[in-house]
């Protein structure tokens, strides 16, 4: 069977990139050259010249690139600076409750090896939390490769195709694999709470070398580990229901993300159901959530 790619829509803009070697020029550019000014960075990352680098700033926190800990170890340091337009206690509550929620959650995921970052420091008062760089040789600036990014530049690279089945082949394994990780986690008994693949990254199984050619925007590849990234809305429990609402956020998100892909979204529910005793029951309630999802969007 052949399956037609429709050419691409555009890519989302790579978020504010610009490398910055110190914390005194770590103001960040987007590609539209408008320049973003960060808030001051906690100590103690704002009392050293080691090298840092914005590399991506959601709607809560500003994630950096450093080697502040160990110069052999890239970290990742996730900074939820304050909210001005949040009551201050309410704020320091809120913040300090997401690092960690996030953190608690890394470590039982590590202790249960579900693949996600190791948790190396963090400061909850602060609003910070470091944790370990998934590093892949096809991400681009010095960026590790989330899912999305990785999907989205394979369509891009084989726009013009009419593909196979061989050549959907890392595609479709990539989603088994999502799904099996998902279920792992949910072996667990941790439920993410923003399951999208912008929250999915790909861990190279060769640890890119410094002096190695800086991989390209458009050469990707779609094999490696999944790893779980973004833990701030996750908690714990072992509910059909809330593992099902999981799995239905995960699939809408793709269906939204990457529509492209919708034919093939069965596929992670494939990798999903044979990974842990009770899976069925969770897909079970899952046609039960999807169902509810329908009826609330008809009625509006
Ligand atoms: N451990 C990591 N290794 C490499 N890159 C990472 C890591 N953690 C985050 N990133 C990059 O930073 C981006 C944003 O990270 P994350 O999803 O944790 O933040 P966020 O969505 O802004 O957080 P939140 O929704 O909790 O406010 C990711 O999509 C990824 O590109
Ligand atoms: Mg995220």
Redesign the pocket.
Known sequence: MATTIAAPVQEPPL?NIKHTTTQESSTAETSTSTTFIPPPLPAPFSHTTAPIQL???????L?Y?TIFLTPDQPC?L?H?PAKSWRHPKLDVRLTRH?ILT?ARILVRCRRECVPV?AVLALDADAGWLC?????SSHGVQG??L?V?EGLERWRKNNSSLTTSDDLLGSVRDLLRRIGEVVARLHASGVIHG?LTS??L?LRSMVRPNASAEVSSSEDVSLSGEV?L??F??ASMSIQDEDRAVDLYVLERAMGSTHPWLEEEFGLMLDGYKGSYKGANVTLKRLEEVRMRGRKKSMIG
């Open positions: 978020t590399i991506a700033h959601g709607a809560e926190a994630l690139k990742i996730k939820r997401r996030e970052p944790s370990e760089f998934i590093e960026r590790g989330t999305r923003d912008s929250n990254m790893v990234i973004d701030g809305l």
